[in-house]
Nanobody, 117 residues
Framework: VQLVESGGGLVQAGGSLRLSCAAS????????MGWYRQAPGKEREMVAA???????YYADSVKGRFTISRDNAKNTLYLQMSSLKPEDTAMYYC????????????WGQGIQVTVSS
């Protein structure tokens, strides 16, 4: 499974961005997908996740501001980010959970999101 993120960049506080993650390869092996982020000097954290039934999870810090979705026909995962804050600045990673292992075994290369104050 290969994952490629796009859509990051620089935005002012209060603005919006939409991240996309295109999946290819052994798509049938994927169950849930998620977005993680890691800011300099901080641990990586899960931001949002969505399973094959489209049930979603959000970190408390992004609830009400971020929306995760997936288009199975396009093999693409999205993260719509609104009301962005400087503390949302981080490298964002797309990840996919393997059916067999139950772990997030597949990762994208990451994409930078910078929110200026």
């Amino acid at each position: 499974v290969q994952l490629v993120e796009s859509g990051g960049g620089l935005v002012q506080a209060g603005g919006s961005l939409r991240l996309s993650c295109a999946a290819s390869g052994s798509i049938f092996s994927i169950s849930a997908m998620g977005w993680y982020r890691q800011a300099p000097g901080k641990e990586r954290e899960m931001v949002a996740a969505i399973n094959s039934a489209h049930n979603t999870y959000y970190a408390d810090s992004v609830k009400g501001r971020f929306t995760i979705s997936r288009d199975n026909a396009k093999n693409t995962l999205y993260l719509q980010m609104s009301s962005l804050k400087p503390e949302d600045t981080a490298m964002y990673y797309c990840a996919a959970q393997d059916y067999a292992s139950g772990e997030y075994d597949y990762w994208g290369q990451g994409i930078q999101v910078t929110v200026s104050s």
